[in-house]
């Protein structure tokens, strides 16, 4: 049977292209400074920001014309692969370390598994929500089979380490929970879990109680309120300009 084309989700798209804006515009406010004293020039990152969102708009464009409902089909083998990813960064001459944090892998090119995880998670969560919807408003059968799954991908990003990353992908998780219509007794025990867990990995880590002191107060001494307070007078340079 031949699959009916519909227009496409402008609301959507055009929300897409401004958060890549957006995006786009932070890097440049938080690398103004650094750029021009290491490279003598404050668009370097800037201009590889814009050349791969030309990329990846490109690629919005082909896969534009393809059949969504197909990945359903391979849900299991990019769940599976792309977290065997997570795990490759680990492999001594594959993985990339630096600063004491592995996560990317380098194969001519350098690619961030956790990224492709989250493409992973959303096709895998949206494509079992939608083949069976009721089955998620259960505790036993439904949600935590997936807060099971979040658990088993946050464990080697936890160990990479790389806690935005984490907090990113929990995040994408309860979205599509949401609004696949999970139960809100079972979303805010799962949010309040997180919050206190989040709360306990950031008081072990020094460096991590660091960045949120310089959030919380980016006038104070340290590296971390350095770059918070880079982020600021950029940002102001170029509203007075």
């Known amino acids: 049977m031949k ?27 938080s690398s103004y400074y650094t750029n ?37 089909k391979w849900r ?14 680990f492999i001594p001459g594959l993985g990339v370390s630096e600063n004491g944090s592995s996560r990317w892998i380098k194969v001519g090119f350098s690619i961030q598994p956790s990224e492709i995880m989250k493409f992973a998670l959303i096709v895998f969560i949206s494509s079992e929500i939608g083949q069976d919807p009721g089955r998620i408003k259960s505790l036993r059968y439904g ?18 380490p790389n806690m935005s990353a984490i907090i990113c992908i929990c995040l994408l998780v309860v979205c599509i929970v949401v609004v696949g219509g999970a139960k809100w007794q079972h979303i805010a ?5 997180g919050v206190a867990g989040l709360a306990i990995l950031i008081v072990l880590e020094p460096y991590r109680v660091g960045r949120m002191l310089a959030f919380l107060d980016p006038f104070n001494t340290g590296k971390s309120a350095l770059k918070s307070r880079k982020n600021r007078y950029s ?7």
């Open 3 to 29: 699959a009916i084309r519909h227009a496409p989700d402008y609301v959507l798209l055009f929300t897409l292209i401004a958060l890549v804006c957006f995006g786009i515009l932070m890097v440049y406010s």
């Open 36 to 72: 021009a004293i290491k490279f003598g020039t404050s668009e370097r990152l800037y201009s590889k920001q814009i050349l791969s969102a030309g990329v990846g708009f490109s690629a919005v464009i082909v896969v534009m014309q393809f059949d969504y409902h197909t990945l359903s």
């Open 76 to 89: 299991n083998i990019i769940l599976i692969g792309s977290w065997l990813l997570l795990w490759a960064v």
């Open 143 to 160: 949600y935590l089979r997936y807060m099971g799954l979040l658990l088993l991908v946050c464990i080697p990003i936890f160990l990479m």
């Open 189 to 193: 025990a799962t949010v309040l879990i």
């Open 235 to 241: 940002a102001n340079d170029k509203n007075k300009t």
